[in-house]
């Protein structure tokens, strides 16, 4: 039996278990996230199979670039699984781990009728996931710097009118007024543009990350008023680098990470001068951890 949004009622089945798996009480505390997880079909953003994954994660420490296993077939059995699936194995650019994103998708908490904007759409499969989550009273806007993906991602999210993607960069300015951001893309700093975009009391998660793709991913939220914003750490992640964005101060950034505990920053501050709970000084910016 084929569903309404083209998978079989095996895939649905494989999909409850694998929302179940990857969303657990452990990760994600909003029940929405499982369901957002078990509505969407994986196979159309993954591509025709066999499939190319993730062989765990040991590339991010190696030298020589991630390693994938190839699946011996399409049984979709293969996707439903806690594993990054390959969009570009040449290029290391992967479906990424539904257990980490249905952490920060919680963390994140997109709500019916808000406007979220995703910088590095990939595929679109968490952007069908926002969409889902936002409702069609909500707005997804997609930015996907790869024209070739962008399109694909476009082509997977006509089931979702109210998400769009975009073939440009998310990280410059004319961004829409937004009340979450995602970023999938890692950055050595936040967007001039993402903190302009966003509504008061708005959200950025990003991948503030060195050079060699180690980082966190960092929660803010904007102030009400004229105030330090409140800013956490809530993962470690490694992503793909984001285009446009300079690099990272000559390894300050990396040393930062590997000197002190990510877990005790507090707040993001800009317009005062660094004191001694100063974790990382970005010049223009810093990231402390004193409460906002």
């Not at 084929?2 to 994600?28: P, W």
Request: charged share 20%.
């Amino acid at each position: 039996m084929v569903n309404r949004d083209g998978s079989t009622a095996r895939s649905a089945k494989l999909r409850g278990f694998y929302a179940s798996l990857v969303s657990n009480q452990n990760v994600a505390s909003d029940p929405r996230i499982e369901a957002a997880f078990a509505a969407i079909a994986r196979e159309p953003f993954a591509g025709p199979g066999p499939w190319s994954i993730l062989a765990a994660n040991i590339w991010r420490f190696r030298d020589d670039g991630p390693h994938y296993v190839t699946t011996p077939d399409d049984d979709p059995a293969f996707l439903y699984q806690d594993v990054l699936v390959a969009l570009d194995a040449g290029r290391g650019i992967n479906i990424g781990q539904p257990s980490l994103h249905a952490f920060c998708l919680d963390a994140l908490a997109p709500q019916r009728g808000e406007t979220v904007l995703q910088v590095g759409t990939g595929s679109g499969y968490y952007t069908a996931l926002l969409a889902h989550l936002v409702g069609p009273d909500g707005h997804v806007h997609g930015f996907e710097i790869d024209p070739c993906l962008a399109e694909r991602a476009a082509r997977n999210l006509a089931p979702w009118p109210w998400a769009r993607v975009e073939a440009r960069s998310g990280a410059t300015g004319g961004l829409p007024e937004a009340d979450a951001i995602y970023v999938n893309a890692g950055a050595p700093r936040p967007a001039r543009a993402w903190l302009d975009a966003l509504r008061p009391e708005g959200r950025l998660l990003f991948p503030l990350q060195s050079a060699n793709r180690r980082g966190g991913m960092l929660l803010i939220r904007r102030p009400g008023a004229d105030a330090a914003w409140l800013a956490r750490f809530v993962s470690r992640a490694s992503f793909i680098p984001l285009q446009g964005l300079p690099e990272d101060d000559g390894g300050a950034l990396l040393e930062a990470f590997a000197r002190e505990p990510l877990f005790t920053v507090r707040s993001l501050r800009f317009g005062e001068p660094p004191d001694a709970t100063c974790w990382y000084n970005g010049g223009d910016w810093w990231l402390s951890t004193r409460d906002p």
